[in-house]
């Protein structure tokens, strides 16, 4: 436990946030969401924003984003302002001094991490703060609602849209919105060819037991280009993925695999995404863009399920392949090799490539 952790529940003012299972919005001018963590998870968040605009078209929405992820969101219609902090203790004083400036009634904490986020909350002043899950957080006596346990066998989105139900909203539409901007296309209308099918392979992924075997990705795209002569492969990451990227590239060896990563920006590279005719994914951030520009996919799901994580929406079009655990405990984000990525086989995934091709 960190010093701040330890420290932060005696400076919470004891009586200052309502129990109620409704929230007078007759009484509330700002809604402040908090959604400052990784790019898929403040998707998931993109119903709450719209839903809130439908619901209450008056009311401002400031959101609080992710420095480095929230110019991938300035194109949100619903959001009003945002505030930008990276979930750090280090900057836990500035990001409270924006919001104090906001004087908040009502925070939605739909993804941000304790031990800064609800305390962020409470000191900026809220009467009413809402989260869900928070059956087994440490902040949840400074919660609104009761302690509740995540939905179970349904996607994220679900959780985020069930603190709806306290502001009297009843949500179940769970399509996220990420508009592609003019500039972030010209971006990538320089790189692509017009005449060709683009299947993508986005081969790293935010841990390692997400990840597929470079190997894998070397037989399928040798295997693709053989049975489709008239498709590209497009190689697409971050720049720190390029190692990556550079080794499949070499490894499959044609001239119709194009290497994108870490040649656009956040924005590009969401354009390139909803350019393809297909996305080959683990779970991580890259899936959900495409979902969210409607790019058909196939995506690779063993630590997590696909019901958590995959579209919710739009299904067939949204393909998965799930594997069970190899390992007993599962050590996730702290696994140095995903032996049980090994259970996914490269002709298994050229099935599902010929139902979407």
């Known amino acids: 436990m960190s010093l701040f952790e330890k420290l932060i529940p005696y400076f919470l003012p004891k009586n200052q946030v309502i129990k109620t299972n409704l929230v007078p919005m007759d009484e509330i001018d700002e809604i402040v969401c908090f959604s400052n963590t990784a790019i898929g998870d403040t998707l998931f968040n993109t119903p709450v924003f719209r839903s809130l605009k439908k ?26 302002e945002v505030v930008l902090y990276d979930g750090k203790t280090k900057h836990f004083l500035s990001a409270l001094k924006e919001l104090k400036k906001i004087k908040p009634k009502l925070i939605l904490i739909l993804h941000s991490n304790d031990p800064q986020a609800t305390p962020l909350a409470v000191l900026s002043g809220a009467k009413y703060i809402i989260k869900i899950p928070n059956d087994k957080n440490p902040f949840n006596k400074w919660h609104t609602n009761p302690p509740i346990k995540g939905v179970e066998n349904k996607h994220g989105i ?30 990538v209308n320089k790189f692509l060819p017009k005449d060709k099918k683009l299947i993508g392979f986005q081969i790293g992924a935010s841990t390692i037991s997400r990840m ?50 870490g040649k656009l920006s956040l924005g590009g590279a969401s354009a390139l995404i909803s350019n393809l005719d297909l996305f080959i994914t683990p779970d991580t951030g890259p899936l959900h863009i495409a979902i969210a520009t409607k790019t058909p996919t196939i995506g690779f799901f063993v630590v997590a399920n696909h019901l958590g994580s995959n579209a919710c929406y739009d299904k067939d079009i949204h393909l998965y392949i799930q594997k069970s655990k190899t390992c007993t405990p599962c050590i996730a984000k702290s696994c140095k090799f995903a032996e049980c990525m090994e259970q996914i086989e490269v002709d298994e995934v050229i099935k599902k490539v010929e139902k979407l091709i």
């Open 55 to 80: 619901h209450f078209p008056n009311k401002k929405l400031v959101v609080l984003l992710n420095p480095t992820n929230y110019k991938l969101f300035e194109t949100n219609q619903y959001i009003d």
């Open 158 to 187: 679900f959780n985020r849209l069930k603190q709806l139900e306290f502001l009297g909203i009843k949500e179940n539409d769970c399509k996220m919105d990420l508009p592609i901007k003019k500039e972030w296309q010209e971006e």
């Open 212 to 261: 597929w075997f470079n190997d894998r990705w070397i037989e399928l795209g040798k295997k693709l280009l053989n049975l489709y002569p008239n498709i590209n492969i497009v190689l697409t990451g971050a720049p720190n993925e390029k190692y990556l990227t550079d080794e499949v590239q070499k490894g499959i060896n044609d001239n119709r695999v194009l290497n994108m990563a």
